[in-house]
């Protein structure tokens, strides 16, 4: 049986990659060249917003990677109508989080693989309910996991956990930025060796 194609994550982000790599398939990050503020249309609901991101990510490699299989993914939150994205600075991660402070929330999270026979989709919801904060409490946890590379300016993986009171996933993985379990059917339907 001949090797798959080269797979290609479309993503600078360390969390992504780190994430792809517990499938060990060896794989190669390159930045995307989309322009992901062209693809943000008004009126679009979180879920097609975050899918066609993950989408552009992808498909922005074409050029530069043929044959390859490429994996692109978008991730956002979204509080009602009000969509949320990577902070940033310290002052938006703070002016977000008591936003966030005392309600529900989804954190949408998109992956898209485009390959030789068409393209696969999944999107992923999990909803978020985070505690009521103070401010002291949200400055506390800004200068402790600084995350102003996250969307909603929180991680998970790390004292971000403390800011919830209830998280209703699917998939954990997804939270961190790529849902693993999606991308391995995604994958193993195409002829990648996993698990």
Do not use: N, W
Request: glycine share 8%.
């Amino acid at each position: 049986m001949p090797a798959p194609p080269d797979l290609v994550l479309a993503s600078t982000s360390r969390y992504r990659r780190e994430l792809l790599a517990r499938l060990g398939l060896p794989f190669r990050a390159v930045a995307p060249a989309c322009d992901e503020e062209a693809l943000k249309l008004p009126g679009l609901r979180p879920e097609h917003l975050a899918a066609r991101l993950a989408l552009g990510k992808a498909e922005s490699l074409r050029p530069t990677e043929p044959g390859a299989t490429l994996v692109g993914s978008d991730q956002l939150v979204a509080l009602g109508d009000v969509i949320l994205g990577k902070p940033g600075t310290a002052a938006r991660a703070a002016e977000q989080l008591a936003m966030l402070a005392g309600r529900t929330h989804a954190l949408v999270t998109a992956v898209a693989v485009v390959h030789a026979g068409g393209v696969l989709e999944h999107v992923d919801v999990t909803t978020l309910s985070m505690r009521p904060l103070t401010a002291a409490q949200i400055e506390r946890y800004v200068a402790a996991d600084a995350p102003l590379d996250c969307a909603g300016s929180y991680k998970l993986e790390a004292r971000g956990i403390a800011l919830f009171d209830r998280i209703d996933s699917a998939d954990h993985s997804a939270v961190t930025g790529l849902p693993l379990i999606a991308l391995t059917s995604m994958l193993a339907s195409i002829g990648y060796p996993v698990p």
